[in-house]
């Protein structure tokens, strides 16, 4: 674990949300299975093998000798999750989390959660996606988006902010939408800021009919789980979700496809893209993060940009 000890005993104090390191991507040997997370005013630290009380105390001397040192006076608050099995502890090492908590990233922000559940209520590793979805808005005056499986409302935020028109946010998970009128009222971005993001609490593949009268859409957003058991499964539900977006898109517009699994790689987009919806032209892929870089970026966080037809 020197590696996680030595990033700690170097860090800045942070000026968002963000990661700080990222022993998934492969670069750190040995310390594939840690994860450090700002989340301000907290630290969060994922393990997604058991480790021992020994190397906990470690990280949380290292974390209270540097924050001793970058942020004198401050509480030092961190909270650890070990995630093993599909399954997640979450546990305050020390200090406390506010309630609500709310972060800021990019000049947004956003509530977040890190004492429950594996996802916080921000992704951290979409900040590139986020970022690439609010400067389109902002070239495209009048853009029109369609927001599947929302969560937490993230791209509708960065698409408003960019000044799209509208932005219609659907999840089967109404309480995340909730979370995401939360995300929009932080953001002067509410009912009382104009109201221009709807939320629909919708089984994605019984809705299509009214999301088709209420496009077309000069964006489509897709960012699915790659798994989860009686919603989607990305191995055989992606391409459901490809056949539909040519009426859906409106001329010229365009679908950013998202896929966050180490099992299927960008091939598994493409090809099916090119077989399924050959019409639509592939643009680009949008970079990750530098602080998600990975040894093997096919493992790693794959989004893709394709354009309609003109």
């Known amino acids: 674990m020197q590696a996680l000890l030595d990033t700690i005993a170097a860090l800045a104090l942070p000026t968002e949300a963000g990661r700080v390191f990222h022993g998934r991507g492969g670069l750190h040997p040995g310390c594939e299975h840690w994860v450090l997370d700002w989340f301000e005013p907290v630290w969060v630290l994922t393990s997604f093998q058991a480790v021992s009380e020994d190397e906990l105390a470690r990280v949380g001397q290292a974390l209270a000798a540097r924050w001793a040192l970058v942020a004198p006076g401050q509480a030092l608050n961190w909270v650890f999750q070990c995630r093993q099995d599909h399954h997640a502890e979450t546990r305050l090492m020390a200090g406390s989390v506010p309630e609500p908590h709310v972060v800021t ?9 890190v004492l429950k559940g594996q996802n916080r209520g921000l992704f951290l590793d979409m900040a590139e996606g986020r ?26 935020v960065a698409a ?17 939408l909730s979370i995401g009128r939360r995300n929009h009222e932080l953001n002067g971005l509410g009912k009382e800021g104009g109201g221009r993001a709807s939320y629909l609490a919708h089984d994605i593949f019984n809705s299509w009919a009214k999301l088709k009268r209420s496009g077309p859409y000069g964006l489509v957003i897709v960012d699915p789980p790659s798994f989860q058991k009686g919603s989607f499964v990305a191995t055989k539900d992606y391409a459901r979700l490809m056949r539909r977006l040519p009426e859906l898109l409106a001329p ?5 496809l998202c896929l966050n699994t180490p099992k299927l790689d960008t091939a598994f987009l493409r090809d099916q893209m090119a077989e399924l919806v050959p019409a639509l032209q592939f643009v680009e892929r949008l970079p990750n993060p530098p602080a998600f870089a990975d040894a093997d970026p096919e493992r790693a966080l794959k989004v893709l940009v394709y354009r309609a037809p003109a």
């Not at 009048?142 to 937490?152: H, I, Q, S």
């Open 105 to 113: 990233a990019q000049g947004a922000r956003y509530a977040v959660h």
């Open 131 to 156: 970022r690439w979805v609010r400067a389109r808005a902002a070239a495209q005056p009048g853009l029109r988006v369609l927001n599947l499986f929302a969560y937490t409302c993230a791209f509708s």
């Open 160 to 176: 408003l902010q960019g000044g799209a028109a509208e932005v219609i946010n659907v999840d089967m998970a109404s309480g995340a």
């Open 252 to 256: 010229g517009g365009e679908a950013l």
